[in-house]
């Protein structure tokens, strides 16, 4: 017998026996684990027990506070009764915080729907799904939530499992991430392995869907002559409905496809049953089980349409942004492998390319030693190729980049494959220079980098241009002076600036008296260097921290800064006043015996002044003021500021009355259109003409724009005028075609009128009521240095003309606000270079630079220009010498009534003068 002096047979019936009590445990721990166990009955000598999993004489409570999924328990209200202390870490909360609160409380924003359905179903017995909870810090919680109601009705108590998903989801998107990676390895893979660009498109699509099984992917290449779409690749949507599309024209409002086409802008049609652009195919969509659609144009390297990339979804359905994103990125991956298979057939002109390329080459092996350089390298760079074989491309950096910006450099090279951007190198003469990069690897089948490409331009010259065009956008030519642009900006930090410190600004408008009179009489040279001169002297006359600007011909602006009290600006108005008044020695001409003559200049300025904050806080209204106040220090009788009064001026009442006029006059129909016409310097072949507006007034006779579109400027007639000038003009052209006259207008409209809501709606509707006139003999001039809010949105408008057949010019380039943003976000066909610099430039090397660099920067964006007044043959000759052929000006006529301009043109002759 057994030591215990029990038989074997007991002791082997107690083992079994404990065995089987420890297999119920495990058991039941893995169902309450799980969700499955809301309450546990426990048969006693005095009847049964109901346990639930907050009651803290539940014989498994360890097994629950143990557990690293939350555990909770609710009442029927759904107040928390019980949770464990996995449940409060969770939460980010102390436990006695939780227990007894609401659990609708811990709901993230916008959770409550799913909370509720989960809470329906719980009746049921149990159910599960996906909520998101609010951490204590305010992050979200996302868990998994298993419901379950005990069998015993009397215990009116739900039970919860809540897991932890942040890990899972975390996961699931790096899974996403490398799902889409070698979606794209895959690609470029069939790119290299030269695959046939239908099957490259078919993977690409066959990709994306099963990325997202609910959409249908289609792809839609542009024909080679840009006007119809074919078949790419749509290997999910029916065979009848790719049939019925193969050969769509492009156009707006044809579909998603035809109209992103058509305008190069993503199409999103949530709902296609309702939509207008679907109005023509919706019976074609109902067959074919399409309810939404979103399509985004497949753009080249230099942004021309290639085709269409579109997501279809069997029900209506809004795109989030992140899927935006993903057909954004996906239809650039298309763009790739279309335009490298468009490239196949050059390839074989690659040798002759590296050999006689404008850009410098440079092949490294993977470590990045010099392999290979071609001809053009040696050229901008000064090294030979044998000084640069076995070389690191190191031996060019210039010390001006910081090491972060290689790192970054390599990071993309590694991560992308690829890296663009500008950077300054060193010449073998140790001469900097500036060069735009762009870096590729090449890689084998298997993905490891075998060579560096390095392709690079010298851009030296382009960026001193821009820089002194960027200059030129912001300080004025002549004096140095910031301009109404850089006003502007340091007028708003002025405001910020007093406003912090609770003090007061001052904003003084100087206009210099006589001035017209010393030009006329001593001439421009004279005038300019007086004009230099003063504006020194009154810069010095200002205290630290003022700013004095030059905003037009003989007018200034100064801003005072940081005044206690106001009166404090009185003693620097006063030196403006002297400095103003100061005289200047300038030279008058040669006299017959070679001596140079001089004069002593002396003007005066009349000053308008206004404080802020007394005087509102709008910058504009501020300069205003100012200006008008300035008026009234020249009738005051000169040489003397005058503040403006903001509680007794006139001023607003005189607004009123001027607005008032405007109005009656456009009632009255006095308002007519001058035509000034537009040749060709080369040929004398009129290309065109001018419509300019004046004022019939009945009492003051004829007037020009200057005199009174001012006065309406931030005015909404200033909308109703400019429509009145197209519909007028589009009424005369088509006069003119009836008469056999068929020439191009071009009409001027402010930055107001452009970003009307209503403009291009109604541009359409007033081509639509003329049809005998082509829409592409409207050109819209839109002045340079009016104040376009958001220049996206003006692109946008401008484009959107543009699709109706209207061209777009930009009036008075070079002028205030000139800078490069406008030539590369508007997309206007034609630069007009201002007259200020056409008129000087024959006196003037700096106006002569600024044509010529106007002339440069169109052929350079690929845009038309042309020349406005141009008074005399030999400003015609010079504009042709320079590459302008185009030109407007008294020297060719002045503005004339439309009655007049047939029989101009009948007896204009080319003028061989011009090309002589």
Request: with cysteine; net charge negative; aromatic share 6%.
């Amino acid at each position: 017998m057994p030591p215990t002096g029990k038989p074997r047979e007991d002791l082997a019936r107690e083992l079994k026996d404990l065995r089987e009590r420890l297999a119920e445990a495990e058991e039941t721990l893995w169902a309450i684990r799980n969700g499955a166990v809301d309450a546990l009955i426990v048969a006693g000598p005095q009847g049964d027990r109901v346990f639930t999993l907050e009651d803290a004489n539940t014989p498994y409570r360890v097994f629950i506070e143990q557990m690293n999924e939350g555990a909770l328990s609710l009442s029927e209200s759904g107040t928390i009764l019980y949770c464990n202390r996995r449940f409060a870490e969770l939460l980010s909360k102390p436990l006695d915080q939780v227990i007894g609160a609401a659990f609708d409380a811990f709901l993230a924003p916008g959770q409550g729907t799913a909370w509720a359905a989960l809470l329906q179903a719980t009746p049921s017995g149990r159910s599960e799904g996906e909520v998101g909870l609010r951490r204590d810090d305010g992050t979200l919680l996302p868990v998994h939530l298993s419901l379950n109601r005990p069998p015993p009705a009397s215990v009116g108590i739900i039970s919860i499992v809540a897991t932890d998903l942040t890990e899972r989801n975390r996961a699931e998107e790096r899974e996403r991430q490398h799902t889409q990676v070698a979606h794209i390895n895959r690609v470029l893979q069939m790119l290299t392995a030269n695959a046939p660009l239908a099957s490259v498109l078919d993977t690409i699509v066959r990709d994306l869907e099963s990325l997202n099984p609910a959409m249908l992917c289609s792809i839609l290449l542009l024909d080679n002559d840009g006007k119809q779409l074919r078949q790419g690749a749509a290997p999910s949507l029916p065979d009848f409905f790719n049939e019925a599309i193969a050969g769509l024209a492009i156009g707006h409002g044809v579909g998603s496809c035809g109209t992103a086409a058509f305008t190069g802008q993503r199409v999103v049609v949530e709902e296609i049953e309702t939509h207008a652009f679907w109005t023509p195919y919706r019976d074609l969509a109902r067959r074919a089980g399409l309810g939404a659609c979103w399509s985004q144009p497949i753009l080249s390297e230099q942004g021309q349409v290639l085709g269409t990339f579109a997501v279809y979804h069997r029900q209506a359905y809004q795109p989030t942004a992140a899927g935006l994103q993903l057909i954004e990125d996906e239809a650039h991956l298309a763009a790739i492998a279309i335009e490298k298979t468009t490239s196949e057939s050059r390839l074989q002109l690659a040798a002759n390319v590296f050999t006689h390329a404008r850009e410098g080459i440079i092949i490294t092996d993977a470590t990045g030693t010099i392999i290979e350089v071609n001809a053009a390298f040696s050229l901008l760079t000064g090294y030979s190729r044998d000084e640069a074989l076995g070389q690191n491309p190191r031996m060019l950096q210039s010390g001006r980049q910081v090491p972060e910006f290689y790192a970054a450099m390599w990071k993309a090279l590694t991560d992308k494959g690829h890296w663009y951007g500008e950077l300054w190198n060193r010449r073998k003469s140790g001469e900097l220079f500036a060069e735009m990069l762009t870096i590729s690897a090449v890689r084998d089948a298997a993905g490891q980098t075998q060579n560096y490409v390095a392709l690079f331009t010298d851009i030296t010259l382009q960026k001193e241009h821009q820089n002194q065009l960027e200059r030129m956008a912001h300080y004025d030519a002549l004096t140095g002076l910031p301009n109404r642009l850089l006003l502007a900006d340091r007028m708003q930090q002025g405001i910020v600036q007093c406003q912090r410190r609770e003090h007061s600004l001052a904003v003084a408008y100087l206009d210099l008296d006589h001035f017209k009179e010393i030009n006329d009489k001593y001439g421009h040279t004279a005038g300019d260097t007086l004009l230099i001169e003063l504006s020194q002297r009154m810069k010095e006359a200002l205290r630290e921290g003022d700013s004095l600007a030059r905003i037009g011909g003989d007018e200034f602006v100064a801003i005072l800064v940081d005044l206690e009290q106001a009166q404090d600006c009185y003693p620097v108005l006063e030196r403006l006043l002297r400095a103003a008044a100061s005289s200047v020695a300038v030279r008058a001409g040669i006299d017959q015996d070679g001596n140079v003559i001089e004069a002593v200049l002396q003007t005066s300025a009349s000053i308008g002044v206004t404080i802020f904050p007394k005087d509102g806080t709008d910058a504009d209204q501020l300069l205003r003021h100012a200006d008008q106040a300035m008026y009234l220090a020249k009738d005051a009788g000169k040489n003397r500021y005058h503040l403006f009064d903001v509680a007794q001026d006139a001023a607003i009442q005189t607004q009123h009355d001027s607005l008032e006029q405007i109005r009656l006059a456009l009632d009255h129909k006095e308002f007519v259109l001058f035509y000034q016409p537009k040749v060709n310097l080369r040929t004398g072949a009129v290309v065109g003409a001018e419509a300019l507006i004046r004022w019939q007034h009945p009492e003051r006779d004829l007037l020009a724009p200057s005199l009174f579109l001012h006065i309406i400027e931030d005015d909404p007639l200033n909308v109703e005028l400019g429509e009145w000038v197209i519909t007028s003009a589009l009424s005369q052209m088509g006069h003119w075609k009836t008469g056999g006259l068929d020439i191009p207008v071009s009409v001027n409209i402010s930055a107001r009128q452009l970003q009307d809501p209503n403009f291009t709606a109604r541009l359409s509707a007033l081509l639509l009521e003329h049809p005998d006139v082509e829409p592409n003999c409207l050109e819209l001039e839109v002045l340079e240095t009016s104040a376009l809010a958001d220049i996206v949105h003006v692109s946008q408008i401008m484009r959107a003309c543009q699709a109706l057949g209207v061209h777009f010019s930009l009036d008075d380039f070079g002028t205030g606000y000139s800078s490069l943003t406008y030539l590369r976000r508007l997309p206007a066909e034609v630069l007009k270079i201002d007259q200020s610099f056409v008129c000087d430039m024959l006196q003037d090397p700096d106006d002569l630079a600024i044509v010529q660099g106007v002339v440069g920067l169109a052929s350079a964006f690929h845009r038309g220009v042309i020349a406005e007044g141009v008074e005399t043959a030999a400003h015609g000759k010079l504009l042709l010498s320079i590459g302008c052929e185009l030109a407007q000006g008294y020297g060719i006529d002045k503005p004339m009534p439309a009655a007049d301009f047939p029989d101009w043109m009948a007896n204009w002759h080319s003028a061989a003068v011009w090309a002589a």
